[in-house]
């Protein structure tokens, strides 16, 4: 009996990967980082199958990053199994992961890894998991984000959600991912556009806009219920909502006045509220993660550039100088830099400036970049992009150095949002 349920659970895993695989974004790593740490994941011991998946999620997930290389483990190493560390070290390896996947009742399964440092052959500590056969990529996001925090020293970012519009044959799909686009979900699909999703901070929301009354409106979409509720209708163009740091406000977009201006909302829709004036068009709303300003973009100077104003309204204050296209801006977590997409010898490439000294680098070498988004650690930087005449995704790290792209079989792909670290 014990082994029939093995079975099942196993047979229910790998169904749950195969469905997943059927609408998941594919994800080719195009640059990897300069000094990238050697690390073995060895498969785990105990139930084959299942193990053998779950460290294999953790292997993609490092790899991916483009910060570690693998190295071949061989034969599966339980968790509190004795570690040959000169053997490990001959092989070049800095650091190993091992564990188990043992069957407990009801149809679930105990994890258990461990990692370990081989240059200074010592552990680094290790976690257990219960799960069922259903959240085994789950469990393998959580180890990756566990080894990458251990051995970088910052949060890792696997076990993050990431949301994108899926445009094919007349109808547009927003969607919901992991950040290996796997387990893609449809939030809506529509014969109308979708635009501009942003991710609640409670990880728990999405902010977009719908064409579907033949016009822009925004709704705020709750993800658990799938219900949704009009945060912003009024006469003429609804657009480009962006959340407050504490999730109660939206900044948007609004023509009820006249040209695009500013304003304010509370995200039930009441209380909107004015935030800036000028005689050209503001657009593209972003909040700096302290809450104290609005980024945004404007061509009140003459041409598009990036400003800043007060997030109770103000004053605005011009950002960005160079070049005569500078738009939708991002600021990092920390917010320390900022992403925004520039016109560079007549290509429009993603940039990143140093807020503090105003340098700028460009990190792209594309040419049709747009709607940048950061991951929650700020390593990396989510955007869209075209590639004859498709639209794909892409990401680059802060530094430029490393590269993905994704993309959706047989559809474009466009409008990206990465979500913020889930509360566990």
Do not use: C
């Not at 061509?299 to 400003?307: A, H, I």
């Not at 989510?382 to 430029?400: K, N, Q």
């Amino acid at each position: 009996m014990m082994t029939a349920l093995k079975r099942a659970a196993f047979a229910l895993f790998a169904l749950a990967l195969s469905l997943a695989a059927q609408a998941q974004l594919t994800i080719e790593i195009t640059g990897a980082g300069a000094n990238r740490i050697p690390i073995a994941i060895a498969d785990f011991a105990g139930e084959p199958g299942v193990a053998r998946a779950v460290a294999m999620v953790v292997r993609a997930d490092l790899e991916r990053s483009g910060l570690f290389r693998l190295v071949e483990a061989g034969a599966p190493l339980a968790e509190n199994a004795a570690v040959n560390f000169a053997d490990w070290k001959s092989r070049g390896t800095d650091a190993l992961v091992v564990g188990s996947v043992t069957p407990t009742a009801n149809g679930r399964f105990e994890v258990r890894f461990r990692l370990h440092d081989v240059q200074k052959q010592a552990s680094l500590g290790g976690l257990a998991y219960v799960m069922t056969a259903q959240q085994g990529r789950t469990t393998g996001h959580r180890i990756a984000d566990y080894v990458y925090e251990k051995l970088l020293g910052e949060p890792g970012i696997f076990s993050t959600r990431v949301a994108y519009v899926v445009k094919s044959a007349g109808r547009f799909e927003l969607q919901i991912a992991d950040a290996d686009g796997m387990n893609a979900q449809t939030a809506l699909a529509s014969k109308e556009p979708i635009i501009s999703p942003a991710w609640a901070p409670d990880g728990g929301r999405l902010a977009y806009v719908s064409f579907e009354s033949k016009k822009p409106v925004i709704y705020v979409h709750s993800l658990a219920s799938g219900r949704r509720h009009v945060a912003a209708n009024f006469k003429g163009s609804n657009s480009a909502p962006a959340w407050s740091p504490d999730g109660r406000k939206l900044a948007v977009v609004l023509t009820k006045d006249g040209a695009s201006q500013l304003y304010s909302v509370n995200a039930d829709g009441s209380g909107v509220v004015r935030l800036a004036s000028s005689a050209g068009i503001d657009t593209e709303p972003f909040f700096s993660p302290d809450g104290q300003f609005i980024y945004f973009t404007s061509d009140r100077g003459g041409s598009p550039q990036v400003y800043r104003v007060p997030s109770t309204g103000g004053e605005a204050q011009r950002i960005t100088f160079e070049g005569s296209y500078n738009v939708t801006p991002r600021l990092s977590p920390d917010g320390r830099s900022m992403a925004f997409v520039t016109r560079n010898n007549g290509r429009f490439q993603l940039a990143l400036m140093d807020l503090a000294s105003r340098q700028t680098q460009i990190l792209t070498d594309s040419d049709k970049d747009e709607s940048p988004s950061f991951a929650p650690n700020g390593r990396m930087i989510l955007y869209a992009s075209e590639i004859g005449g498709r639209g794909v995704l892409a990401a680059v790290s802060s530094d430029g150095r490393v590269k993905q792209r994704l993309s959706v079989q047989a559809g474009d792909v466009r409008e990206p949002a990465w979500g913020p670290f889930l509360k566990n």
